[in-house]
Nanobody, 121 residues
């Protein structure tokens, strides 16, 4: 069974920083794209950033220049460094990964349970 476990959320003042981590455990053979999504109250879940297995990154316009996504393939982990945080960054942040549980299966999307990030003004 595959598990994605996030950590690093919390309460921070505007202008501050947080670093989110996501560790993937369980039985799988390969991981493709990994990413972070967020969902604010009353809004749809949206992509924050993702990173391919080759290291190519993609960011939402609202976080470009402030957030940095990275991954450690040896540790099966993905990170999100968030700087210059704003109150509008307040949301539940979800880790996401496309992975295969065997060589016979296609890549399937998996989600973490989410971690709350609250930015006070």
């Amino acid at each position: 069974q595959v598990q994605l476990v996030e950590s690093g959320g919390g309460l921070v003042q505007a202008g501050g920083s947080l670093r989110l981590s996501c560790a993937i455990s369980g039985r799988f053979v390969s991981i493709n794209t990994m990413g972070w999504y967020r969902q604010a109250p009353g809004k749809q879940r949206e992509l924050v950033a993702d990173i391919t297995s080759g290291g190519n990154t993609n960011y939402a316009d609202s976080v470009k220049g402030r957030f940095t996504i990275s991954r450690d393939n040896a540790k099966n982990a993905v990170y999100l460094q968030m700087n210059s945080l704003k109150p509008e960054d307040t949301a539940v942040y979800y880790c996401n990964a496309f992975l295969r549980t065997s060589i016979r299966t296609s890549y399937t999307q998996y989600w973490g349970q989410g971690t709350q990030v609250t930015v006070s003004s």
